[in-house]
T-cell receptor, first 110, second 113 residues
Framework: GQQLNQSPQSMFIQEGEDVSMNCTSS?????WLWYKQDPGEGPVLLIA?????ELTSNGRLTAQFGITRKDSFLNISASIPSDVGIYFC??????????FGTGTRLKVLA | NAGVTQTPKFQVLKTGQSMTLQCAQD?????MYWYRQDPGMGLRLIYY???????DKGEVPDGYNVSRLKKQNFLLGLESAAPSQTSVYFC????????????FGPGTRLTVL
């Protein structure tokens, strides 16, 4: 079946640093989604991407839809302590069905 | 607006016991979902409901049943709990206009002994 692999699995960074993470799929997607899960909460949608090559920003977050349509990237600039959490990529696996990646756990050191 | 609410927040069961996890949304969304989250596995879809009265299996439906009798409620049942069902369960909902934007509840942490 379809799989989404996220890299890195976890990362510690210093406050103020930029962060990059990526997600790769075994099949082509026509939509890429990035969610963030705060500790003890449910995921919240950050960014949605709809076509290859698209670059979309949400504040300090920027996501890109890969040209091959099998990958996507998320960058966080000037990280702050509240950026801590798990970041998930997701994509459609059929009508109403979405699959989620394994997540990148981000920890920010003040 | 409360958004998506889930009850209970925590639950401990013994193997073989049954229970129902409840989910409610007040956004008038057509679609609702149940996921489970296990360490290192991300979120996996158990069941979903495209609209009131309809349900379909997701990736990991075995051992679960669901009910969507009212548009605002989606129930997840465990008929005979097993330790492998220890997990955090999330309910989500979405509108037909933006099906990819799923709104998640706060989760139910279930432990099966």
């Amino acid at each position: 079946g379809q799989q989404l692999n996220q890299s890195p699995q976890s990362m510690f960074i210093q406050e103020g640093e930029d962060v990059s993470m990526n997600c790769t799929s075994s099949s082509i997607f026509n939509t890429w989604l990035w969610y963030k899960q705060d500790p003890g909460e449910g995921p919240v949608l950050l960014i949605a991407l709809y076509k290859a090559g698209e670059l979309t920003s949400n504040g300090r977050l920027t996501a890109q839809f890969g040209i091959t349509r099998k990958d996507s990237f998320l960058n966080i600039s000037a990280s702050i302590p509240s950026d801590v959490g798990i970041y998930f990529c997701a994509g459609p696996a059929g009508t109403y069905k979405y699959i989620f990646g394994t997540g990148t756990r981000l920890k920010v050191l003040a | 607006n409360a958004g998506v609410t889930q009850t209970p927040k925590f639950q401990v069961l013994k193997t073989g016991q049954s229970m129902t996890l409840q989910c409610a949304q007040d956004m008038n969304h057509n679609s609702m979902y149940w996921y489970r989250q296990d360490p290192g596995m991300g979120l996996r879809l158990i069941y979903y409901s495209a609209s009131e009265g309809t349900t379909d299996k997701g990736e990991v439906p075995d051992g679960y049943n669901v009910s969507r009798l009212k548009k605002q409620n989606f129930l997840l049942g465990l008929e005979s709990a097993a330790p492998s069902q220890t997990s955090v369960y999330f309910c989500a909902s979405s509108s037909p206009q933006f099906p990819w934007e799923q709104f998640f509840g706060p989760g139910t942490r279930l432990t099966v002994l």
